[in-house]
């Protein structure tokens, strides 16, 4: 999100050159840099057809489309959508599943995956730091496909691995990818195995730029490890940490598509329905074009209030924020 | 300096390293098993796969499952597709993703503060899943393997990165390839990419695990079962269950489990494989783009 920081400093150095320039004619600017232009053309091409267009067609939340009239032509009905979704009973249901499993990845993982950053910052062994760092980035790179895969077949009935040990520790019969009360367990659990090493490494850089003269004062001062981080190193690396915050705040309702589509199914689609989701089996399976975009359009507005407004909070607390 | 830092060292100090390691060592293990497990079932025979429920090694070493998927056409079909679309894809969004970010790295450019502006703002803000299916649906992609590039062809926090990075380099190379009369494409090809080779590796690699794991793109746009991806036919066989697809010869019965295994290698293998340089250069360009610590 720093490119928001760099993409101004960026502009910043052009409004000085840009001056100068104004003075001579358009044609002039034109000519001087029509070969700049026409690399421009492609790109310019690509964002106005699959980022703006789609901006533009999610009107259709405000009409209600019949694909043989186009998005213009489509009989214009106002909030209807919007009215109907939150009159819906699926709207609480989706909200609250959303909204918990937000909450869990953010009351687990996040502070999970900083607490491994100060595990491998304390490691002294450099082989041992590096070797770890090497596989716990891993499973990142796979995908959720691949990621539900070995789910289901850890956790297969009667077979997986998983299914036995876990149950046999219980002392149960638990069907862990019917049960909806273990739904989201196993998203958190797939969530933390996929990303917690790698979000380490946002960590272990703000934990590599930490002063250490301050640790040789604090040792100086009679300080213990656990002192020292503490009071030295977690202060230091609380702006990435607010950062960090902020960011998953602006991500609440962006639970990923993929990774919960591939593990719902029709038994614990009570849990597992999310906002993401839901526009698909509404638009795309059922062609409730119009009503799903709304979903989405809400989704989005959401998004882009949370985040914003998480940065304000950012701001207040004297923090750094990110935009 | 290092040294200092621990010269103070309490009996506690050193139960907690102990701790450390074995913890450390643990995630490791963790992270890393269930792989394994993977591997180790995908050469594994049927009855071991029925009777022992937790390997690290085959005690029978078998390529059926192997054998299975790759007379398989359905599953041969998927895989060629997949490196087909991953390979022409990574090209076709490279090369958009540079060509755009040249021109806006040059700071005098007249309107380039506006379009930057412009694709700032759809990081933040999208049509949604619906519109972009309708975009997709209207230009004719639907079920044309296309769809699988051009909707995500400019990233725009790799835009950005890579835009950043020319502004970096030297003016002067550039300036001298002026007075010897080339023009901004010629010097763009020239001497801006072969001097980004790096940089340009990292995105490229970025763009082909993209590509390589997409699983949303090919469910929205492709529903021609032999159009499928890997991704696609590996939801099938695992999460489905659903072996059908494998269309084997109806007379055999196929290793119904071992296939499962076999499938998922075949999926993660070229990730596994180009992971050195994915981990060396993932991490640095993660970096770049992430916030000053």
């Known amino acids: 999100m720093a490119m928001l920081d760099t993409a101004v400093t960026a502009t910043e150095t052009l409004t000085v050159q840009k001056q100068s320039r104004r003075r001579r004619g358009v044609r002039v600017h034109f000519t001087q840099f029509k070969w700049l232009y026409l690399l421009l053309v492609p790109g310019i091409v690509y964002f106005l057809l699959f980022r703006y267009w789609p901006m533009y067609g999610a009107i259709i939340a405000f009409k209600d489309y019949v694909p043989f009239l186009g998005i213009a032509d489509s009989p214009w009905v106002g909030l209807a959508h919007f009215e109907d979704f939150f009159a819906s009973p699926d709207f609480p249901r989706l909200l609250a599943n959303t909204i918990i499993l937000a909450l869990l990845s953010l009351l687990i993982a996040f502070p999970l995956t900083i607490i491994v950053a100060l595990l491998l910052n304390e490691m002294r062994v450099t082989i041992l730091k590096r070797t ?7 499973p990142h790179f796979l995908s959720w496909t691949v990621v539900a895969s070995l789910t289901y077949l850890l956790f297969a009935l009667d077979i997986g691995p998983l299914f036995q040990l876990v149950n046999g520790i219980l002392g149960t019969d638990i069907n862990f990818l019917a049960d909806p009360a273990w739904f989201r367990p196993i998203i958190v659990l797939q969530d933390i195995w996929k990303n917690t090493g790698w979000g380490t490494i946002i960590f272990l850089a703000a934990l590599a730029g930490v002063d250490q003269a301050q640790y040789e004062a604090a040792i100086i001062d009679g300080a213990g490890r656990f002192q020292r981080v503490w009071h030295i190193t977690i202060p230091s690396i609380m702006p990435t940490i607010i950062v960090m915050l902020v960011l998953q705040m602006g991500q609440i309702l962006n639970t990923g598509f993929e990774q919960i589509y591939l593990m719902t199914n029709s038994l614990n689609r009570s849990v597992a329905d999310v906002f993401d989701t839901y526009v698909y089996f509404m638009g795309i399976t059922q062609g409730s074009y119009s009503y799903s975009t709304a979903v989405g359009l809400f989704k989005a507005v959401v998004g882009v209030v949370l985040i914003f407004g998480a940065n304000w909070i950012a701001k207040r607390f004297n923090q750094a924020g990110i935009f | 300096m290092a040294r200092e830092k621990y010269r103070f060292n309490t009996p506690a100090g050193r139960v907690f390293d102990v701790f450390n390691v074995v913890l450390l060592v643990a995630i490791a293990i963790v992270a890393l098993v269930p792989f394994v497990y993977v591997l180790a079932g995908s050469f594994a025979t049927e009855a071991e796969l029925a009777t022992r429920s937790f390997f690290l090694w085959p005690e029978t070493f078998s390529l059926d499952a192997y054998e299975a998927i790759f007379t398989s056409p359905a599953f041969v079909r998927a895989l060629i597709t997949t490196i087909a679309v ?9 090369m958009l993703t540079a060509t755009m970010a040249y021109p806006l790295s040059k700071a005098n450019l007249p309107g ?22 309708l975009v997709v649906k209207d230009l004719g992609l639907l079920n044309n393997y296309w769809a699988l590039i051009l909707p995500m062809a400019i990233n725009p926090f790799s835009l950005i990165i890579i835009k950043n990075f020319f502004q970096q380099l030297p003016a ?68 489905a269950t659903d072996l059908s697809v494998v269309e084997q010869d109806p007379t055999q019965l196929p290793p119904a489990q071992g296939i499962k295994f076999a499938v998922i290698i075949v999926a993660t293998l070229p990730i596994v494989l180009f992971y050195p340089f994915l981990q060396k250069h993932f991490a640095k360009g993660m970096l770049i783009g992430s916030v000053k610590g």
Do not use: C, H
């Open chain 2, 112 to 133: 380039g503060r506006l379009i930057l502006s412009l694709i700032v703002f759809t990081m933040v803000f999208g049509g949604g899943m619906i519109p972009t299916f």
């Open chain 2, 172 to 239: 002067e190379l550039e300036e001298s390839a002026k007075i010897d009369g080339a023009n901004e494409l010629q010097t763009l090809w020239s001497i801006v990419l072969p001097l980004s080779k790096p940089v340009l590796a990292t995105f490229a690699l970025f763009y082909a695990v993209g590509i390589w794991n997409d699983f949303m793109s090919p469910l929205l746009y492709l529903n021609d079962n032999s159009m499928w991806t890997l991704q696609m036919f590996l939801r099938q066989v695992t999460v």
């Open chain 1, 132 to 138: 770890t760092q090497t596989l716990i980035y891993v």
């Open chain 2, 86 to 94: 991953t390979a022409v894809g990574t090209l076709v969004q490279l």
